[in-house]
């Protein structure tokens, strides 16, 4: 088993971190999420709020694991998404797990939000992840595929989140990486033409003299 843990902050209220949860998904980062429904909720004696949700999430499998796997299991992965949030005590836990070829690679994340201790205007989030494989002679390798994936859902996710939390606040969301590439594709392609016209005027001047 791999273990994997975290933590960072998002520059908004916790109360602010907490609406935005539940609209993150579609986000320029999360294209990957297919779906998402509510299985169960509800509100606890203690004003808690318990919910449980179905995800499904693209879930591209390694290329040399794709043979191993029927089409449909490299392809999609459903995913169990439980959450406790305590209004009173200003925290949120959210408890991931695959639950579609979990005997082939099996993720299980723990994330908690809280109130930033050093600045009570920003949000802190604790995570923890657990990445494990049954698959008999590849284990190993799946997992250390499931943790350099996981690390970099990480970034993502934090990305998707200052994005919708962005558009909640009525800013101008930051560029996403790929309306970035585009911008700098179409100045590189600009520049390229401009150079072009300059040499083409230059040989033209050149066959006058």
Known sequence: M???SCAGSLK???D???LAFWQRYPNPYSNHVLTEDIIFREVTPDNRLISRRLLTKTSRAPRWAEKFLPAHMAQKAYIIEDSVVDPEGRTMTTLTWNISHARVMSVEE?????VNPDNISWTEIKREAWISSKLYGLSRAIQEFGLA????SVTKTMKGFEYVL???QGEMPTRTLAETATVKARETALAAKEKAKD???????KQYV
């Not at 994936?149 to 970099?152: E, H, P, T, V």
């Not at 083409?200 to 001047?205: D, E, V």
């Open 12 to 14: 908004s209220s916790w």
């Open 166 to 168: 962005a558009k909640m």
């Open 16 to 18: 602010q971190v907490f």
């Open 149 to 152: 994936r996981f690390k970099s």
């Open 199 to 205: 040499l083409a005027s230059q040989a033209q001047k």
């Open 2 to 4: 791999k273990y994997f």
């Open 110 to 114: 723990r994330c908690v939000y809280r």
